[in-house]
Every structure is written in structure tokens, then in C-alpha cells.
């Protein structure tokens, strides 16, 4: 059977994805040899292999029994884990003679070595908590599903809390230390199965999804599920699918405009000309975002599918399915002139051409730089747009004109427009703002709209 899948995962719901206080934990398994450990109970003998930055590489953790033990289940590709490194290390010179945080991933010691020595080069400082790599049994005594995960365990081993990271303070470490009763919000991991590739919220789920020729659904916020959109075609049951879970409503008219991802209208492409911006986006980060979510309606469920020989019709259909479920809103794609950032040549030689024309397409990006072989110059362009630079208030495009292949690599802070542009210089590109003329995601108050109508404008 074949089927072609995109899954994408929105960045601004930050339980799930880059811009909050927690991310999905990929490879996630329980070991039904060890028995998850929940508040209150004592800590196993646990001695710890494979650490770096400290005095020796291993450690058992009963050698730290007049210390409270602080448990940071972390990834390097978790934004807000990466954020939390200065704090801890912070926290832990402010209490190094009471307190031991010990950041715990999954990862390999490649993976993590490799990211700590180019993080500590480009803030220029060295940091001190010291690190496991390729964990294998301190995930399966506290298992979760998001990341960053914080586990306090108390000199005598009892586990005193499971928190995320808004809880690591000092003033909750002093508490903690000063009384045996203090308690921290428990972290709760919630979620329930949802197969992605049937029908939505029928029977249960749909059943096999197999006697479904049409669906369209539209329910509001459900605890549990992910914040994420989902387009599929699958041949099995001949429809094509268009899945958003606990997003906000402007997600629907992006994804609804943007026809399949092909011409995606980022945030920095959508204008909101209406009077109360708050009931389709909002700007708060993290819980503070869920809650709003989960409140008025905010967040959304919505589901549609068609026959495979009406796949032409799923936009046009999800195009009127907002109109008819939001009345109150109208869309539609314009020409606006506006502010950009883009990507320009600049005057000098081509060293941008590959020298490798027959060679594989090699494409390497990381948040210190990239390498790239082969490769069309939208690549750059396009990785950045959808993560390095995606918190950029202004519209990233592609201004050079350049259609070849090129060959690039660059060591810079992907995220620093300054910083690369440094680095850009050797191949005569430059990051640049500039006023153009886009097509742009606009969306007004209907009434607004018939208004102008009816004047004739």
C-alpha cells in the first residue's frame, strides 16, 4: 500500500513544538523491566554511566545523598531545553553546595558533546552542570512524552517532584530545602491515541475509514491531542485529508489558502485586518497559550476528506466550509506592498555555482551553520524561513534570481541575520529589507467587507 504522508507539527503550539515549555519526546518506549517511580517513592540504586563535565564518568547518584538531586530530561533540539541551560547553570553556582543538577538525553555522546562545545564557542562561556548521554534507565524510571522534563529527588532518594520548567527557581529550591512538606504542581503528561491517517471523532476514531467517501468535522479544543496539522492521500480508502488538532482558527484559513503547502502563508504573510484580533491568533507562548486555547473556543478541531477523484476540490471545499462556519470572517490572497527580508546578490564574481554537478545532494543545517552541495539556493532560503528565522517579523524571500546549483557552507548563528550576513559576504549574498509586492493572506470582518460592496469600492 502507499501512501504519501506530511505531518507538521505548528510551532506555535509550544507543548508540542519549538516555542514553549515542553516538546514531544521522539522514541519514547516503556521497559517493562523497570517500574516507572511516582512522587514519594524511594530512587532505586541508579549509578549513572556515560557523563560528561564532571570530576569522573560515572557516578552513583547514593554518592550525592546530602545534595537535593535535580533531573533534567532534555534534547538538543528542544528550544526551550536549550534555553534552560544559563538558568541551571546559574542555579547551580547559586547552590552548588546543596544542590546537583544533572541534565540526562537520550542522545548520543556525539550528538550531545558536539552540541554543548558549539553552544559554550558561541556564548563564549563554559558551562558547568554536568551531562548523560545515551540514556537507557533513567527515561524508563520517569517516563513523558514532552520535553524539558524535571525530576527533585531528595537527599534521603525519595522523589519530592516532577515539574516542567517554569517550576526551577531558586526561591522553589530554597522552599524545597527549607521543609520536607513542600510540594510543586506535578507535571502531568497527558495524551490519548489518535491514528491520523482515519476519520476523525467517528466511532471512536472511524473505524477502518474504508466505507467513507466524504467527512468534514468541526469540534473545539480536546484535551489530549497534539497541536498539529496533517495532510494525507491514501490509496487505500481514495481520499485525500486535511487534519488540524487544537490549533488556533487562523491555522485553518493558512492551511486553506496556502493549497497543500505549496504557497504557505507563515504569520509574517497573513494581515489581520479586523477588529478583534484576539478570537483567530494570539501571542502568548506556552501554557498561557493552551489556556487561552482551550477557553471561548479559541482552539479548534477540524477534519475533511474527499474522494480521490474530487482531490480538486478539497481547497475550494475547505475554502467554503470557513466561510460558512465563520461567517463573521472573510479571506482572501491580495497584493499588498510591504516590508521584507530578502535574500540578494551582490555585486562580484559567481562562487556560488557547484563544482559537484554529478555528485549526491548533501544538505546539512544546524543552529551554528550549514553545508550544502548541490543544492538549489531555495533550500537555504526555505530552511531558515521554516525554522531558524520563523520568530522574523518580516517575509522572507528569495530576491538573487539564481537558478543553478550551488555549493555553501557557512559557520554562523543561523538564527542572527547580522551574524550571517558576516559570513554570507564570501559568496556576494546578503540579507537585506526591502519594500515588495506580495501576495499576502488577508483576512477582514465580513461586515467590513459587504460594507465596501455595497459602496462600490
Same mark, same amino acid.
Given at each position: 500500500?502507499? @501512501?504519501?504522508?506530511?505531518?507538521?507539527?505548528?510551532?506555535?503550539?509550544?507543548?508540542?513544538?519549538?516555542?514553549?515549555?515542553?516538546?514531544?519526546?521522539?522514541?519514547?518506549?516503556? #521497559?517493562?523491566?523497570?517500574?516507572?517511580?511516582?512522587?514519594?517513592?524511594?530512587?532505586?540504586?541508579?549509578?549513572?554511566?556515560?557523563?560528561?563535565?564532571?570530576?569522573?564518568?560515572?557516578?552513583?547518584?547514593?554518592?550525592? /545523598?546530602?545534595?537535593?538531586?535535580?533531573?533534567?530530561?532534555?534534547?538538543?533540539?528542544?528550544?526551550?531545553?536549550?534555553?534552560?541551560?544559563? !538558568?541551571? +547553570?546559574?542555579?547551580?553556582?547559586?547552590?552548588?553546595? +546543596?544542590?546537583?543538577?544533572?541534565?540526562?538525553?537520550?542522545?548520543?555522546?556525539?550528538?550531545?558533546?558536539?552540541?554543548?562545545?558549539?553552544?559554550? !564557542?558561541? #556564548?563564549?562561556?563554559?558551562?558547568?552542570?554536568?551531562?548523560? *548521554? +545515551?540514556?537507557?534507565?533513567?527515561?524508563?524510571?520517569?517516563?513523558?512524552?514532552?520535553? =524539558?522534563?524535571?525530576?527533585?529527588?531528595? *537527599?534521603?532518594?525519595?522523589?519530592?517532584?516532577?515539574?516542567?520548567?517554569?517550576?526551577?527557581?531558586?526561591?522553589?529550591?530554597?522552599?524545597?530545602?527549607?521543609?520536607?512538606?513542600?510540594?510543586?504542581?506535578?507535571?502531568?503528561?497527558?495524551?490519548?491515541?489518535?491514528?491520523?491517517?482515519?476519520?476523525?471523532?467517528?466511532?471512536?476514531?472511524?473505524?477502518?475509514?474504508?466505507?467513507?467517501?466524504?467527512?468534514?468535522?468541526?469540534?473545539?479544543?480536546?484535551?489530549?491531542?497534539?497541536?498539529?496539522?496533517?495532510?494525507?492521500?491514501?490509496?487505500?480508502?481514495?481520499?485525500?485529508?486535511?487534519?488540524?488538532?487544537?490549533?488556533?482558527?487562523?491555522?485553518?484559513?493558512?492551511?486553506?489558502?496556502?493549497?497543500?503547502?505549496?504557497?504557505?502563508?507563515? +504569520?509574517?504573510?497573513?494581515?489581520? /485586518?479586523?477588529?478583534? $484580533? /484576539?478570537?483567530?491568533?494570539?501571542?502568548?507562548?506556552?501554557?498561557?497559550?493552551?489556556?487561552?486555547?482551550?477557553?471561548?473556543?479559541?482552539?479548534?478541531?477540524?477534519?475533511?476528506?474527499?474522494?480521490?477523484?474530487?482531490?480538486?476540490?478539497?481547497?475550494?471545499?475547505?475554502?467554503?466550509?470557513?466561510?460558512?462556519?465563520?461567517?463573521?470572517?472573510?479571506?482572501?490572497?491580495?497584493?499588498?506592498?510591504?516590508?521584507?527580508?530578502?535574500?540578494?546578490?551582490?555585486?562580484?564574481?559567481?562562487?556560488?555555482?557547484?563544482?559537484?554537478?554529478?555528485?549526491?545532494?548533501?544538505?546539512?543545517?544546524? $543552529?551554528?551553520?550549514?553545508?550544502?552541495?548541490?543544492? =538549489?539556493?531555495?533550500?537555504?532560503?526555505?530552511?531558515?524561513?521554516?525554522?531558524?528565522?520563523?520568530?522574523? =517579523?518580516?517575509?522572507?524571500?528569495?530576491?538573487?534570481?539564481?537558478?543553478?546549483?550551488?555549493?555553501?557552507?557557512?559557520?554562523? @548563528?543561523?538564527?542572527?541575520?547580522?551574524?550571517?550576513?558576516?559570513?554570507?559576504?564570501?559568496?556576494?549574498?546578503?540579507?537585506?529589507?526591502?519594500?515588495?509586492?506580495?501576495?499576502?493572506?488577508?483576512?477582514?470582518?465580513?461586515?467590513?467587507?459587504?460594507?465596501?460592496?455595497?459602496?462600490?469600492?
Amino acid at each position: 500500500m502507499y @501512501k504519501t504522508i506530511l505531518t507538521i507539527v505548528m510551532a506555535t503550539l509550544c507543548l508540542f513544538f519549538k516555542g514553549t515549555a515542553q516538546q514531544t519526546m521522539s522514541k519514547t518506549k516503556v #521497559n517493562p523491566i523497570i517500574k516507572p517511580l511516582q512522587i514519594g517513592q524511594r530512587m532505586p540504586d541508579v549509578v549513572l554511566t556515560n557523563l560528561h563535565n564532571y570530576k569522573t564518568t560515572r557516578l552513583d547518584l547514593a554518592d550525592l /545523598e546530602t545534595k537535593l538531586i535535580i533531573i533534567d530530561f532534555w534534547a538538543t533540539w528542544c528550544g526551550p531545553c536549550v534555553s534552560m541551560i544559563p !538558568k541551571m +547553570d546559574s542555579l547551580q553556582r547559586e547552590f552548588q553546595y +546543596d544542590v546537583q543538577f544533572i541534565s540526562v538525553s537520550y542522545q548520543t555522546a556525539a550528538e550531545v558533546t558536539g552540541f554543548m562545545e558549539k553552544l559554550e !564557542k558561541q #556564548n563564549n562561556t563554559h558551562y558547568s552542570v554536568p551531562y548523560v *548521554s +545515551d540514556d537507557n534507565s533513567l527515561r524508563f524510571l520517569f517516563p513523558h512524552k514532552t520535553l =524539558p522534563h524535571y525530576v527533585w529527588i531528595s *537527599s534521603n532518594g525519595t522523589v519530592r517532584a516532577i515539574t516542567e520548567l517554569k517550576e526551577i527557581t531558586s526561591a522553589n529550591i530554597d522552599k524545597m530545602l527549607a521543609s520536607s512538606s513542600f510540594t510543586l504542581p506535578e507535571k502531568k503528561d497527558s495524551s490519548i491515541p489518535y491514528d491520523y491517517s482515519k476519520p476523525f471523532m467517528v466511532n471512536g476514531n472511524g473505524g477502518d475509514g474504508k466505507g467513507l467517501i466524504y467527512h468534514s468535522a468541526l469540534s473545539g479544543y480536546v484535551e489530549g491531542l497534539p497541536g498539529k496539522t496533517h495532510l494525507e492521500r491514501a490509496d487505500s480508502i481514495n481520499v485525500d485529508a486535511v487534519v488540524l488538532t487544537n490549533c488556533a482558527s487562523i491555522w485553518l484559513y493558512k492551511i486553506a489558502y496556502s493549497k497543500g503547502f505549496s504557497t504557505f502563508y507563515p +504569520d509574517t504573510r497573513v494581515l489581520l /485586518e479586523v477588529k478583534h $484580533p /484576539e478570537g483567530l491568533t494570539s501571542r502568548l507562548k506556552g501554557n498561557a497559550y493552551l489556556d487561552w486555547l482551550r477557553k471561548d473556543g479559541h482552539g479548534v478541531c477540524y477534519e475533511l476528506r474527499v474522494p480521490k477523484n474530487a482531490t480538486s476540490h478539497l481547497y475550494p471545499l475547505f475554502k467554503q466550509n470557513l466561510a460558512m462556519l465563520f461567517p463573521h470572517y472573510s479571506a482572501a490572497v491580495e497584493k499588498r506592498m510591504v516590508k521584507c527580508l530578502a535574500l540578494v546578490r551582490l555585486p562580484g564574481a559567481d562562487r556560488l555555482q557547484t563544482k559537484h554537478k554529478n555528485a549526491e545532494v548533501i544538505q546539512t543545517f544546524e $543552529p551554528f551553520g550549514f553545508t550544502m552541495q548541490n543544492c =538549489p539556493l531555495s533550500s537555504f532560503v526555505n530552511h531558515l524561513k521554516l525554522k531558524y528565522l520563523s520568530t522574523q =517579523p518580516l517575509p522572507i524571500v528569495n530576491e538573487t534570481g539564481y537558478m543553478g546549483r550551488v555549493d555553501m557552507k557557512i559557520t554562523a @548563528k543561523l538564527s542572527s541575520i547580522p551574524d550571517m550576513n558576516r559570513a554570507l559576504e564570501a559568496y556576494h549574498l546578503a540579507w537585506q529589507e526591502k519594500m515588495m509586492e506580495l501576495d499576502m493572506l488577508v483576512i477582514k470582518d465580513a461586515d467590513q467587507v459587504k460594507a465596501a460592496t455595497d459602496k462600490g469600492l
